[in-house]
């Protein structure tokens, strides 16, 4: 029971991370467009059919390079990476001008009560380094997955220490008990977020 309730914790916890006082709000167009390359009608929420061909499109605006990765939040209270250009790496560089887009179908879980369901893709770009790893989380009542398990070493960034933090292993004694980690509003990140539809 502990153990489901640390889960919905970590879920929710990535579900609410946000930074809407980035500078860098403006330098990243994130969008899923149909298999003819065209917007949904309802960009934020667009409706799809189980299978479909989508495209997931991003977009540096900026003058810079950014690292950016995308988070499947999954009906199944799972939390999944997905690989940009199938590069399986804690990031992608997106340089300034470049855009990629991937290809992806969504599925409804099997089993009863899952007809149609909602399923978000989280996107997080920042002027530095972040392990976007540390949040993934395997569906409800699996084993979470700890630092011990993943293998990363400690970040020494803002974003990266926060990431360690959310992801952390709760059978691990925290290295700090007392102080808690509160992100600068200003700091370089920002996250955009789609909700898709899935029907069966």
């Known amino acids: ?54 495209y997931l499109l991003i977009r540096n605006k900026s003058s810079i390079s950014l690292n950016i990765a995308v988070l499947d939040l999954e009906p199944t209270w799972e939390i999944s990476q997905i690989p940009i250009r199938g590069i399986e790496a804690p990031f992608y560089q997106l340089q300034s001008g470049e855009e990629v887009s991937t290809k992806l179908r969504f599925a409804v879980p099997a089993g009863e009560g ?44 803002p974003l990266g220490k926060l990431l360690e933090g959310i992801g952390e292993d709760p059978e691990q004694t925290p290295l700090q008990t007392r102080a808690i980690y509160e992100p600068d509003a200003s700091a370089e990140w920002l996250t955009k977020q789609i909700q898709i539809s899935i029907s069966a």
């Not at 920042?126 to 009542?141: E, H, Q, S």
């Not at 084993?143 to 070493?153: A, D, K, V």
């Open 1 to 54: 029971m502990v153990n489901r309730l640390v889960h919905l914790a970590k879920y929710q916890s990535v579900q609410d991370l946000d930074n809407p006082e980035s500078e860098l709000i403006s330098a990243i167009e994130f969008e899923l467009l149909n298999k003819s390359l065209r917007s949904f009608p309802d960009p934020a929420n667009p409706c799809l059919k189980q299978g479909e061909q989508v």
């Open 114 to 157: 899952y007809k149609r369901v909602k399923e978000t893709l989280k996107l997080f770009a920042t002027r530095g380094a972040g392990d976007f790893r540390w949040l993934t989380l395997p569906p409800l009542d699996n084993e979470l997955r700890g630092r011990t398990t993943r293998g990363m070493s400690s970040s020494t960034t």
